[in-house]
């Protein structure tokens, strides 16, 4: 007996799942306990050049009938984007096939439908590519920790956006210069607003934060901020206060355990934290659990290879399942907790302020923080003169608060401008 796969698509990612699967049959026959075989690639241009060398009698632009023939147990997804994948893994589940995909953005928007067409076909949805390329992450939070409490989750997951930000930081660039860059190095597409405007890390976010809290997520959910305005300047002030600022996908539960919130935003964290030394284009996720405590994963979030050996995993465990007869984990969101609005959020708040050079101005800024309940941690004052710049950090405070602080700032004659302001994350309990 050999369990048959359908591959739909054989771009970056399929191209390197058709050459595992052929370079590695043997071992993947041994640990499965039964060969593997390639039903068919449905791709969409037939002619195309492929990265590695598929059979062309393989190749079929009618991914509808492939996904739907009798003799194939398993369907991969590495299309991507939500039509026609989404229409093709349902006509696979609704005909009995197990499903393994790596589309973030599907499960993101409408992670339901899929995770219900599983269920109700008593179907396998395995999806450890969708999030952090080759990590093991999915199934480290689904099945390893499914005994533990999950508190919070702190991630690089785009390793676009960290290498834009690693090159402003460690070089000094602009973003400007610092994507052109990545675009130069193939680290960003020509078009890279799905990156660099956070769109990417947020569809993670939901898929994880449905994970880590039982709860259903969708990237609406998610407050989004990408990292286009952030400036050298604002690199070098944080750098110059022992912080590096990364793009983080954070998804944490509220003090009291029935709410949690999902957010993708630039942030400061301390030099010593474990995910300021993530550099480059890697990825990292920090998970924060009740017993377990902290817990790191670090590895290549993107790339064929990489993303091919999560999606390869996911098939031998599918596989595995088809041949005694189980199923795996399906989607829990029993707890059913509710995304509490961005105002609600808490968390520490670094704020670079323009302001006039005169006595009381101090006093008069400090009385604005006070008025909303916003105590401050440390307060310097950079430059003299008209170049003067207040930079304060606060202690814990709700986004709302902070909100309404500057709001009230920003109406003061003697504050000429708020320059920047970013959310301090990673210290202590935050
Ligand atoms: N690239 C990464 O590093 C990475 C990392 C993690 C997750 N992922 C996810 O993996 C998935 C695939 O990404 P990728 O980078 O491999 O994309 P890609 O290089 O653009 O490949 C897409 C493939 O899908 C085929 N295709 C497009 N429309 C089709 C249709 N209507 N019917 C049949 N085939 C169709 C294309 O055919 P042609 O070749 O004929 O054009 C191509 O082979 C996405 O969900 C992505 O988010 C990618």
């Not at 953005?105 to 992670?111: K, N, W």
């Not at 088809?322 to 704020?351: C, I, K, N, Q």
């Amino acid at each position: 007996m050999t369990l048959k796969v359908a591959l739909l698509g054989c771009g970056v990612v399929g191209s390197q799942v058709v050459r595992l699967m052929q370079e590695q049959a043997d071992d993947l026959a041994a640990r499965i306990g039964t060969p593997l075989e390639l039903a068919g690639v449905a791709v969409r241009r037939l002619g195309r050049r492929r990265d590695t060398d598929v059979d062309p009698a393989l190749l079929t632009t009618d991914a509808e009938a492939l996904v739907t023939r009798d003799d194939v147990d398993i369907v991969v997804e590495v299309i991507g984007g939500i039509e026609p994948a989404r229409s093709l893994i349902l006509a696979a589940m609704n005909s009995g096939k197990s499903v393994v995909t790596a589309n973030k953005a599907l499960l993101a928007e409408d992670g339901a439908t899929v995770h219900g067409a599983a269920r109700s076909n008593n179907a396998d949805l395995y999806f450890e590519a969708a999030v952090a390329g080759a990590i093991p992450l999915i199934r480290p939070l689904r099945e390893s920790m499914a005994g533990d409490r999950v508190h919070r989750v702190l991630g690089i997951v785009n390793g676009t956006t960290n290498y834009i930000l690693d090159k402003m930081d460690s070089s000094g660039a602009s973003f400007s210069d610092a994507l052109e860059e990545a675009q130069a190095l193939g680290y960003a597409e020509a078009d890279p607003t799905a990156d660099v405007e956070g769109f990417d890390a947020a569809a993670k976010a939901a898929i994880l934060a449905g994970i880590a809290f039982h709860s259903r997520v969708t990237a609406a959910d998610v407050h989004r901020e990408g990292i286009t305005e952030i400036t050298a300047t604002d690199v070098a002030s944080a750098k110059a206060m022992g912080y590096v600022i990364k793009l983080l996908a954070i998804c944490a539960r509220s003090e009291d355990g029935r709410s949690f919130g999902v957010r993708v935003h630039p942030a400061m964290i301390p030099r010593t934290h474990p995910l300021a030394g993530v550099r480059e284009a890697y990825n990292a996720v920090f998970v924060e659990a009740e017993s377990a405590g902290q817990l790191m994963f670090y590895g290549a979030g993107a790339g064929g290879a990489p993303t091919a050996s999560a999606v390869l995993g996911d098939i031998v465990a599918v596989a595995r399942n088809l041949l005694a007869g189980a199923r795996g984990p399906a989607e829990s969101t029993y707890a059913d907790l509710v995304v509490h609005p961005m105002g609600e959020t808490v968390t520490r708040y670094h704020v670079s302020l323009d302001v006039a050079d005169k006595p009381g101005v101090l006093a008069r800024v400090a009385d604005m923080f006070a008025k909303q309940d916003v105590s401050i941690q440390t307060v310097l004052q950079e430059g003299h003169g008209d170049d003067a710049q207040l930079v304060l950090v606060t202690h814990r405070a709700t986004d709302a608060a902070l909100s309404a602080t500057l709001e009230g700032l920003r109406e003061l004659d003697i504050v000429r401008d708020v320059v920047s302001v970013m959310r301090v994350e990673g210290e202590g309990a935050s």
